[in-house]
Nanobody, 125 residues
Framework: QVQLGESGGGLVQAGGSLRLSCAAS????????MGWFRQAPGKEREFVAA????????DYADSVKGRFTISRDNAKNTVYLQMNSLKSEDTAVYYC??????????????????WGQGTQVTVSS
């Protein structure tokens, strides 16, 4: 089992930046895709970004493309989400997730098998 812990959320003004981190522990030797999802009040959890094990392959939701950057440090078992030019509609609880089964999870939420507890990001306009 993999345990995940997010950090870096907070309150920021529109146009500002935040960097989220998610550290994995436990059975980390077989982590494949790492992803970020978010859930706003009253809405379903949605895909934000994903990165493959080699970090060569990344994918972004259209709503964040060009503003957010996902990266990972396999030596530290950590995935990051750099968020720039934040908008009020980015307000949500952000969750990191990992695919430790090699399912090539990508955007498919149900292919991720471990989830963090979430970190709140609030963007004030």
């Amino acid at each position: 089992q993999v345990q995940l812990g997010e950090s870096g959320g907070g309150l920021v003004q529109a146009g500002g930046s935040l960097r989220l981190s998610c550290a994995a522990s436990g059975r980390t030797f077989n982590i494949y895709t790492m992803g970020w999802f978010r859930q706003a009040p009253g809405k379903e959890r949605e895909f934000v970004a994903a990165i493959g094990w080699s970090a060569r392959n990344t994918d972004y939701a259209d709503s964040v493309k060009g503003r957010f950057t996902i990266s990972r440090d396999n030596a530290k078992n950590t995935v990051y989400l750099q968020m720039n030019s934040l908008k009020s509609e980015d307000t949500a609880v952000y969750y990191c997730a990992v695919d430790s089964q090699g399912r090539n999870a990508g955007r498919r939420i149900y292919h991720y098998d471990s989830w963090g507890q979430g970190t709140q990001v609030t963007v004030s306009s």
